[in-house]
């Protein structure tokens, strides 16, 4: 199965930028990349997602690297409501629905 | 609406029952997705429904039986359960299943089986 591969945590200070890295190297190139956040006892947010381009939304920034092997997601500001455990996925669109979501990064951020 | 629901939030059940989850969106998603999930792990996918049809079966025991009666409903039927198969379950829909479109999830249902 596809998979990502994610830092296990970070922590970043309160309206400080943060970037949250993620390695998706086995994508094929018609596979979206998808950022879904979860905070405790919720289920999983949708955050942003792309292809090939940059993205760009009101929660946050997508970087996807010219390979599309990596991907990195960006909040421009943090608050302590970023707090959360953050999955990269990727797509897979030749297999209608399948996405595997990965071990994901628990963000924390300090006031 | 913007909401998916699920029903109940929380449920214990012996392993000789039978009991079912529900899970509702009015967004007009023809994709709906039945996930579980242990404690600090990540959501695994077990079913996919395309236009109330299943599209993706993860090789999932036959304890579990989805079921989509109409594009806005989804069920999860539970029998004979095991112990390990106590977990979160996240009902989530989308516009399609194409990777253009994002999941709304719900909330989940806590399952402990006894």
């Known amino acids: 199965d596809a998979k990502t591969t994610q830092p296990n945590s970070m922590e970043s200070n309160e309206e400080e930028p943060v970037h949250l890295p993620c390695n998706h190297s086995t994508i094929s190139g018609t596979d979206y990349i998808h950022w879904y956040r979860q905070l405790p006892s919720q289920g999983p947010e949708y955050v942003i997602h792309g292809l090939t381009s940059n993205v760009n939304n009101r929660m946050a920034s997508l970087a996807i690297a010219e390979d599309r092997k990596s991907s990195t997601l960006i909040l421009h500001r943090a608050t302590l409501r970023d707090a959360a455990v953050y999955y990269c996925?990727?797509?897979?669109?030749?297999?209608?629905?399948?996405?595997?979501f990965g071990d994901g990064t628990t963000l924390t951020v300090k006031p | 609406d913007t909401e998916v629901t699920q029903t109940p939030k929380h449920l214990v059940m012996g392993m000789t029952n039978k009991k079912s989850l529900k899970c509702e969106q009015h967004m007009g998603h023809r994709a709906m997705y039945w996930y579980k999930q242990k404690a600090k792990k990540p959501p695994e996918l077990m079913f996919v429904?395309?236009?109330?049809?299943?599209?993706i079966n993860e090789s999932v025991p036959s304890r579990f039986s989805p079921e989509c009666p109409n594009s806005s409903l989804l069920n999860l039927h539970l029998h004979a359960l095991q112990p390990e198969d106590s977990a979160l379950y996240l009902c989530?829909?989308?516009?399609?299943?194409?990777?253009?479109?994002?999941?709304?999830f719900g909330p989940g249902t806590r399952l402990t089986v006894l």
């Open positions: 429904y395309s236009y109330e049809k299943l599209s």
């Open positions: 996925l990727h797509y897979d669109n030749t297999n209608a629905g399948k996405s595997t």
């Open positions: 989530a829909s989308s516009l399609g299943t194409s990777g253009r479109n994002e999941q709304f």
